[in-house]
């Protein structure tokens, strides 16, 4: 079984969010920093080498394979933020309609600046999956 590549280190989360070429996408990861940390109450750590995660949680497949993940958080790629939303967007149709140009994958929200979205509602996006997920981890 391969072991997953997407681990929490200690590598800095600033000098990776410093290290951003696009100003105003480095100015807007920052912005999401805090955003995430103040909704989640959790320290911003590096998943792997881009992901910017807050909260942890264990998982065990079926299939035996099983690790730790963030459990929400986000990554500045080069053409949008992906933002994790690990509960999935079934429950959250009507903040989507409200939240303004994005796509979305199956736990991911894209997003290519935050300046076209309403930051309201992507709080209340991030918070409800936290919530739900910091819950149903805690049993």
Known sequence: MTENKT??????????????EDE?????????????KNITHEPAVMWGESI?????????????????????????????FSIYIMSGFSNQQELLKQLGPHKTGKACLYVKRLSNIDIDVLSEMIRSSYLHYKNKHSQ
């Open 7 to 20: 681990k929490a280190n200690n590598k800095s989360v600033i000098a990776f969010l410093d290290s951003i």
């Open 24 to 36: 105003e996408k480095r100015r807007e990861a920052h912005v999401l920093r805090e955003l995430f």
């Open 52 to 80: 910017v995660g807050f909260g942890s949680y264990h998982y065990k497949y079926d299939s035996g394979r099983e690790g730790d993940m963030c459990i929400t958080g986000f990554s500045p790629r080069k053409a949008n």
